[in-house]
């Protein structure tokens, strides 16, 4: 793993530099040299080996997440086959040679065209030079726009795919029958190892926080924007990374809700009958001696039977907690705390900081 990512980020990046060297726009002779360019440091120094190395990350924690529907017999045994049949197509499309091939060929003929139109600096940078509202590409250039930029776009649109795989996957898994129970403690119908999913994904997320972080900065270092000016674009973002992670649990949401209802009734019913019989033989008729009533099963089992009342009446509709949620945007939000140094001065925000603590 160590040495493919070396590898593909030495592809990438290092050409960039020894071109820009040859040129002479490594460190100045433009606006943006090629090493003082933010952007570039966050898409193939940062980026890119996060996007590697989280192959083996979120591949290692999703399929324990996965044996977790077997191991605690969620899935009913007669649904097995159809559950192992949605798991073998998608690791069949998670490994297809013909999608990778066919993203290879997508980021190669369109990934150029799409990154100078929407991305590029317009100002003399070391990859391109700009001459009455047309940019010409250095020879780093041409690399970035044909070898560096499609390398990025393929690894990133294979994530992509890989998600809207487990998009698919959880799809499947949420219609068949499940065993969920609604006492059980994680209060989401023992679905709460699902919550775990989302952190398997945050390396994505961060990856691509990082860029547009990079891509912000560049634009504030050549003057060319400020940080509030893409607030809003941060925020979009954001709430766009999340959600696609967040979004397949909600295919949990109706099963969850009927275990919930169906348990409501059955425990209503069983709460009320055994209150019945402990009224009955505790609080009718003559007071029990003092000695009988200490230590009694039926004071503990009524304990026990509010105990579990609460944990049923706190079930969640969704197979996470708020907490999830608010870790999950902390992590992605977090490539974006620098850009706030471009606003407000340290000291001045460190002050304020203080003040609110205070």
């Known amino acids: 793993m ?3 990512v070396l590898v593909i980020t030495a592809l ?3 050409p960039l530099l020894a071109l820009s060297l040859v040129e002479g726009h490594a460190v100045g002779g433009v606006a943006v040299p090629f090493l003082a360019d933010v952007e570039a440091y966050a898409r193939f120094l940062i980026a890119i080996p996060i996007l590697l190395v989280a192959e083996l990350v979120v591949h290692q924690r999703l399929w324990r997440i996965v044996d977790e529907f077997r191991e605690r017999d969620i899935v009913a045994l007669s649904s097995r086959p159809r559950f192992d049949e949605a798991l073998a197509a998608a690791m069949r499309l998670r490994n297809s040679t013909i999608v990778e091939v066919a993203l290879l060929i997508l980021v190669f003929v369109l990934g150029p065209v799409l990154w100078k139109n929407g991305l590029a600096l317009h100002v003399d940078t070391w990859y391109a030079r700009v ?3 047309r940019s010409e590409l250095t020879g780093a ?3 970035l726009a044909h070898a560096s930029i499609p390398i990025f776009q393929f690894l990133l649109l294979r994530w992509y795919f890989r998600l809207a795989i487990w998009w ?3 799809w499947q898994v949420s219609r068949l029958p499940l065993d969920l129970k ?3 403690p994680d209060r989401a119908g023992g679905l709460g190892f699902l919550g775990d999913s989302v952190f398997a994904f945050a390396p994505l997320l961060v990856a691509q926080s990082v860029l547009l972080s990079g891509i912000v900065f560049s634009r504030v270092l050549t003057g060319t924007g400020t940080a509030t000016e893409f607030q809003g674009e941060i925020a979009l973002l954001v709430t766009f990374l999340v959600a696609q992670i967040i979004g397949p649990l909600l295919f949990f949401t109706s099963g969850l809700g009927q ?6 009734h059955e425990f209503g019913m069983l709460a009320t009958a055994y209150a019945r019989d402990f009224e009955r033989r505790w609080m009718q008729g003559a007071p029990p001696e003092a000695d009988v009533l200490l230590g009694s099963a039926d004071i503990q089992s009524l304990a026990d039977l509010a105990s579990s009342s609460d944990i049923l009446s706190g079930m969640r509709s969704v197979p996470f907690d708020w907490r999830t949620l608010f870790r999950l945007v902390v992590a992605t939000s977090a490539p974006f705390f620098p850009l706030v140094l ?4 340290f000291v001045e925000l460190v002050r304020r900081v203080l003040e609110m603590m205070m």
Request: proline letters at 4%; hydrophobic letters at 55%; a positive charge.
């Open 131 to 133: 001459d009455a509202g």
């Open 182 to 184: 609604a006492l059980h």
């Open 168 to 170: 698919r996957f959880l």
């Open 2 to 4: 160590l040495r493919r």
């Open 12 to 14: 990438a990046w290092l």
């Open 259 to 264: 275990a919930r209802r169906r348990a409501m």
């Open 141 to 143: 250039g041409v690399w």
């Open 342 to 345: 471009t606003v407000i001065p």
